[in-house]
């Protein structure tokens, strides 16, 4: 299809079209105010599932995304449930965020230990990136034994989302974790993370 | 490919951004106060309700900032929030569905025009804005994005995801109904 000629009529219309439109006076105010809390999931005002009879299988769609990152020379373990050091395994889903004041009588924020595990042998640099950190990479240590990356992060109680960096330019997600949405051209995976009881 | 008609590329962003990141959130600041105008007018006309416009325009700046380290190209980041915005744009229009069909009118914008009679510029512009209500979501968007933000068709594919003959069809028929909708309003 060409394009179409110069319309005037439109021209017309799009001239209305273009004139500014009035924002709400604190509108700049509000957007940086919103920018700093921290936050943290409403589940973690619910009573926890104990992670020992949490699910622990992997969702066939999941089984097909660790195939495919098999084939690229990666391939990812995910979050060990039964790690020594009592990590919480990573599952779950979306869930409503609430805002946590500063105020000093807030609730004290709940954390739990994550480790985060990512089977790359060949690689030469792996990190971790969230929302957690602010999406700055945290550096995995290589684990020989295992040929993979481990990293253990203390993190508070709700769902965080994440992703792997590789080489610190490779945006990977977790083949065995949970996926959200994602505006900005790619998913991330999800961690739900739990009180340790 | 560049985006560079419509949508903003600015090396100093990148020097914003990298300021951010650095742990400066008050720069942030500078990157909302230089893109709301334009981001604000799109979002207006795309939902038709100013709360909606400015919901949707916070939400779009909070998830950038959120994000801001996942933007591969910080001198492009007017066209990563444009990104999200258009996103988060479609997002509330398919979950509202356009029902409330609330109009906006910018009463000092239409006082400016001072050379032409300021009620019948006001219901000129009125019309214009049940016209757009009507157009389906995706000729709103085509529209706005080919003649109000002056996007070329390429850079509407990338911002969109949608092929440029797609885009081109949606544009023709968008002009096609404005122009039938807006000769039956005037009679």
């Known amino acids: 299809m060409n394009e179409p ?15 500014p439109v009035e924002l709400d006076a604190q509108f700049d105010a509000r957007v940086m105010a919103s920018l700093a809390p921290a936050v943290i999931s409403l589940d973690s005002r619910r009573a926890p599932t104990p992670w020992y009879r949490r699910q622990l299988s992997v969702p066939a769609p999941i089984a097909g995304l660790a195939a495919a990152a098999a084939f690229a020379g990666i391939a990812a373990i995910g979050m060990l449930a039964r790690e020594p050091q009592g990590s919480t395994l990573a599952a779950g889903s979306a869930e409503t965020l609430v805002r946590v004041n500063d105020s000093p009588d807030r609730e004290a924020v709940v954390t739990a230990p ?14 971790l990136i969230g929302a957690f950190n602010d999406w700055q990479p945290t550096p995995m240590a290589f684990d020989a034994a295992a040929q993979a990356w481990r990293v253990t992060l203390s993190l508070p109680v709700g769902v965080h989302e994440y992703q792997f960096l590789i080489n610190g330019t490779q ?18 995976s999800i961690v739900k993370v739990t009180p340790v009881p | 490919m560049t985006l560079s008609q419509g949508l903003p590329v600015q090396n100093d962003d990148a020097a914003i951004v990298a300021r951010v990141l650095a742990g400066d959130t008050g720069a942030y600041a500078i990157l909302v106060a230089k893109y709301r105008a334009q981001f604000a007018r799109y979002a207006v006309r795309m939902l038709g309700s100013r709360e909606d416009a400015e919901e949707a ?13 996942k933007c591969d190209d910080p001198e492009r980041f007017g066209s990563w929030l444009f990104r999200i915005l258009a996103n988060r744009c479609r997002t509330t229009g398919t979950r509202r569905g356009r029902r409330e069909k609330t109009f906006v009118r910018d009463e000092g914008a239409l006082l400016d025009a001072a050379h032409e009679h300021p009620a019948e510029r006001a219901a000129w512009r009125e019309e214009i804005d049940r016209a757009l209500a009507r157009l389906d979501a995706e000729q709103r968007e085509a529209f706005l994005l080919k003649h109000v933000e002056d ?20 544009v023709k028929r968008a002009c096609e109904r404005m122009r039938v909708l807006l000769q039956e309003a005037q009679g």
């Open chain 1, 5 to 19: 000629e110069f319309d005037l009529f439109i021209a017309k219309v799009a001239r209305e079209l273009k004139e």
């Open chain 1, 114 to 127: 994550v480790q985060f595990v990512f089977v790359a042998p060949s690689t030469s640099r792996v990190e």
């Open chain 2, 151 to 170: 996007l070329g068709y390429e850079e509407m594919s990338e911002l969109t995801g949608v092929g440029v003959s797609a885009l081109k069809m949606r």
């Open chain 2, 57 to 69: 325009l916070q939400d779009a700046l909070v998830r950038a900032y959120r994000s801001l380290a």
């Open chain 1, 171 to 188: 945006h990977v997600v977790d083949p065995t974790a949970p996926q959200t949405a994602s505006d900005f051209g790619s998913p991330n």
